[in-house]
């Protein structure tokens, strides 16, 4: 029972990882937030935060582009420069099936670097 129950959770866990690759095409961003800082400045401000409390996965980031993003496998943050400000768009497949609240202190961590 008890493997039952760990495959089950296992299951659950995996079909949450976003596809560090495409999720700019698959998913909206959860929310959109806006700054006059550079947003290299943004995208470090937001790893030192994210990776002070990973909430469960390893956080990384990655320049692709113009985007300076933040990865981890349940929430990505870009950062990049549009008309003048930076642009975070915030991702995350949490969705209601959150302990950790992750959702909620990913975005005040988004919100102390802006």
């Known amino acids: 029972m008890r493997n039952i129950i760990l ?3 296992a299951a659950i866990m995996l079909t949450g ?3 560090s690759y495409t999720y700019r095409n698959d998913y909206k961003p959860l929310e959109t937030f806006y700054t006059p800082k550079p ?3 943004v995208q470090e401000c937001i790893l030192a935060e994210w ?3 990973p909430l469960g996965y390893p956080v990384n980031q990655q320049k692709t582009g113009k985007y300076f993003s933040v990865l981890s496998v349940a929430d990505n943050a870009d950062s990049f420069e549009e008309n ?3 642009v975070v ?3 995350s497949l949490r969705g209601s099936l959150d302990p950790w609240r ?3 202190k990913r975005t005040a961590a ?3 670097c802006l």
């Open 17 to 19: 990882c976003v596809n």
């Open 51 to 53: 990776q002070q409390h």
């Open 102 to 104: 992750g959702i909620k």
């Open 7 to 9: 495959g089950a959770l």
């Open 110 to 112: 988004i919100k102390r």
């Open 89 to 91: 768009n915030y991702y």
């Open 84 to 86: 003048g400000k930076t």
């Open 39 to 41: 947003a290299q400045n």
